[in-house]
């Protein structure tokens, strides 16, 4: 067996993000009695992402992020006062959203007999620890990482230090990072020297120059790699 370490990056790779996204806004506009369209969704998702790209390229600190993604959002349509209760409400929905992609579990139970699993991940302490805490697939892996708590967010080589300092036993060459994330996961393991998968189920095209180890785009090709 050619990989002892694996570690998992948590939203977008493993649990469906995007749709415990759309409910834990929409329940936040509708308490608000705010608009709540698919298009208000998909808006707040866009200017989301790009506050966490610039937390990925150091432009913004976590705690500033939280918030200035509503302020941004709520002022494009007009309910700027709402920014902070939206916030707030949004994030104490988030922690009850823990759904999986279709296969993760079962792919995370077969791993697990052979593997010790880590969860790698930028999230929010107190969202994330709400997530695992109500999740099946938690129980399988032996430790969390959360950006938050290390002190340092991927892709940066202190969060990958700090990770391959927290585990017992750590062999790097015996390590893989598994994510979807080229900015985050994918640029973090390169840069810290161990090999990845880049989960890439819409099949984008892979940067040039870059050494990815492997990419896949479905998680039985996950499972090949590994246990082979």
């Known amino acids: 067996m050619k990989y002892e370490f694996l570690l998992f990056d948590a939203d977008h790779t493993l649990f469906d993000f995007k749709t415990g996204e759309y409910f834990a806004l929409?329940?936040?506009l509708e308490e608000l009695s705010?608009?709540?369209t698919d298009h208000h969704i998909e808006r707040y998702s866009d200017i989301n992402?790009?506050?966490w790209k610039m937390l990925e390229r150091g432009e913004i600190d976590k705690k500033s992020l939280m918030l200035a993604r509503f302020v941004e959002?709520?002022?494009e349509?007009?309910?700027?006062a709402k920014a902070q209760p939206l916030?707030?409400?949004?994030?104490?929905?988030?922690?009850r959203q823990a759904q999986l992609f279709d296969g993760a579990l079962e792919l995370i139970e077969k791993l697990s007999l052979k593997h010790r699993l880590f969860i790698i991940t930028n999230g929010v302490k107190s969202t994330q620890d709400g997530r695992f805490g109500i999740s099946p697939i938690t129980k399988y892996f032996e430790k969390i990482f959360i950006s938050e708590?290390?002190?340092a967010e991927k892709p940066s080589l202190e969060f990958f230090d700090a990770v391959m300092n927290g585990i017992e036993e750590f062999e790097k060459q015996k390590a893989i990072v598994i994510g979807d994330s080229l900015s985050s996961d994918i640029k973090g393991a390169i840069n810290a020297g161990i090999d990845c998968i880049w989960y890439n189920p819409d099949s984008k095209e892979a940067p040039q120059g870059w050494n990815i180890t492997y990419t896949v785009r479905c998680f039985d090709e996950i499972l090949?790699?590994?246990?082979?």
């Open 26 to 28: 929409k329940e936040a």
């Open 34 to 36: 705010l608009p709540s």
């Open 49 to 51: 992402m790009k506050y």
């Open 73 to 75: 959002f709520a002022r």
């Open 77 to 80: 349509f007009g309910f700027e």
């Open 87 to 95: 916030s707030d409400l949004y994030m104490s929905n988030l922690s």
């Open 149 to 151: 708590v290390v002190g």
């Open 224 to 228: 090949n790699i590994l246990d082979n």
